[in-house]
């Protein structure tokens, strides 16, 4: 490297990055957003997490300026595609299917939007990368369970119920905490796709 290149500031911050592992980078995240199910976002501070993770908060500050950026990268970086994979050869089977899939993380993540329910909407990163972690990817997945469906001429492509399905899936996903102080696990959804998604898209 030349004088001149280490001089450049985006040569020095690739080279501060480079100091932080992949690995060590995912414990930050990972434990920031333990520390938002368990405390809340506002109680959540770089400070803290530098603490938990024995680091320096220089160190978190020299990475990520801002704590909705840190949060915001940590959304990211778990972004998964949980119902990704399903495909049975049948609309009401995947159903059940995404159902039990939801219900196996819903406890995690319901706490985890109902932590950032109210910094979402005052951080617009924030907000957008929620989005992207946590519904986004899902929603696509679930529409392309329908589309299958679908094309097997399981149901028509005009039925009108078809668009409401996300909205049924993480609506309740999100309000049976609300109303009955409990989180919507795996029998409970599969008993609500039984009960009110199949029969709106008229299955069984």
């Not at 500050?61 to 495909?87: C, E, M, N």
Request: contains cysteine.
């Amino acid at each position: 490297m030349t004088p001149q290149a280490a001089d450049r500031p985006d040569t020095v911050v690739a080279s501060r990055r480079s100091k932080i592992t992949p690995e060590r980078e995912q414990e930050f995240f990972d434990a920031v957003l333990e520390q938002i199910r368990e405390c809340g976002y506002d109680a959540v501070t770089m400070e803290g997490v530098a603490a938990s993770t024995r680091c320096s908060k220089s160190t978190l500050y020299r990475q990520w300026k801002t704590k909705p950026q840190f949060v915001a990268a940590a959304l990211r970086s778990h972004r998964r595609v949980r119902f990704a994979g399903i495909d049975t050869g049948s609309l009401a089977e995947d159903l059940r299917q995404a159902a039990r899939a939801a219900g196996e993380w819903s406890g995690k993540d319901t706490r985890l939007l109902q932590a950032l329910g109210h910094a979402v909407m005052q951080d617009a990163e924030l907000q957008q990368a929620l989005r992207e972690a946590l519904v986004e990817p899902e929603i696509a997945a679930l529409r392309q369970i329908l589309e299958r469906g679908v094309a097997r001429g399981e149901v028509a492509a005009d039925h009108p119920a078809l668009e409401y399905v996300p909205a049924q899936m993480f609506g309740v996903l999100r309000v049976r905490p609300v109303v009955e102080g409990e989180y919507a696990d795996a029998d409970y959804l599969v008993r609500f796709v039984e009960a009110a998604v199949l029969p709106a898209l008229g299955l069984t």
